[in-house]
């Protein structure tokens, strides 16, 4: 089994639409969980960090679920710009006490006029 | 510009070459990493150094060498690679605490193996 496991997709949705990715881990005891972005040709960017409780920004929401160990994240109103791939990230510590992030596959998304 | 700064960002090297890619963060992170990302695949991670010990070597072949001078340089040294060993190689750093280990990346260097 993976270690973060995403739908590859890609997603293909119209300007306005809501979409939303999954992401499951394999590991329980992994302590924090973000999104990034990547752009074609780009590095990955920091989208949000996804906390226990839930969190959002602006037409971004995030959501964690310890118990099932998923992630998700849910876009409102898509853009255009939006359009990337979306890579579920997951951090475990190691012996010693450093951090080291997993990423999944990503998520292609693709918004059409 | 994100604070790290990768060279070459383009690199065609033989089989037989030895080179090397260079990472510098201006960013006052801690740790830092290699990931390889290769076309259709999730980024693997090579190597993590933190605090400029290396603390995760993720299985990788002893033709890719890390090198850690100080918390702002990383290098990853190449010799006698293999046409498979195409990839976008990218570097990152973070702050290697509990909460704060968000990754910043450079902007990658492509290897092209012939």
């Known amino acids: 089994r993976k270690e973060v496991e995403q739908d590859p997709g890609p997603f293909n949705v119209p300007e306005g639409a809501t979409v939303a990715f999954n992401c499951t881990y394999s590991n329980s005891a992994s302590q924090s969980f973000f999104w990034y972005r990547q752009d074609c040709r780009k590095e990955p960017k920091l989208l949000m960090s996804v906390y226990s409780s839930g969190n959002e920004d602006g037409r971004f929401t995030a959501q964690l679920n310890r118990a099932s160990q998923y992630i998700s994240l849910l876009i409102r109103d898509s853009k255009l710009s939006d359009s990337a791939t979306y890579l579920c990230?997951?951090?475990?510590?190691?012996?010693?006490?450093?951090?080291?992030?997993?990423f999944g596959r990503g998520t292609s998304l693709i918004v059409h006029p | 510009e994100t604070g790290v700064t990768q060279t070459p960002r383009h690199l065609v090297m033989g089989m037989t070459n030895k080179k090397s890619l260079k990472c510098e963060q201006h960013?006052?992170?801690?740790?830092m990493y290699w990931y390889k990302q290769s076309a259709k695949k999730p980024l693997e991670l090579m190597f993590v150094?933190?605090?400029?010990?290396?603390?995760e070597n993720n299985s990788v072949p002893s033709r890719f060498s890390p090198e850690c001078p100080n918390s702002s340089h990383l290098f990853l040294h190449l010799h006698t690679l293999q046409p498979e060993d195409s990839a976008l190689y990218l570097c990152?750093?973070?702050?290697?605490?509990?909460?704060?280990?968000?990754?910043?990346f450079g902007a990658g260097s492509r290897l092209t193996v012939l």
């Open positions: 990230v997951v951090t475990l510590t190691v012996s010693g006490g450093s951090y080291i992030p997993t």
């Open positions: 150094y933190s605090l400029e010990e290396r603390v």
């Open positions: 990152a750093s973070s702050q290697d605490r509990a909460g704060a280990n968000v990754l910043t």
């Open positions: 960013l006052g992170h801690n740790a």
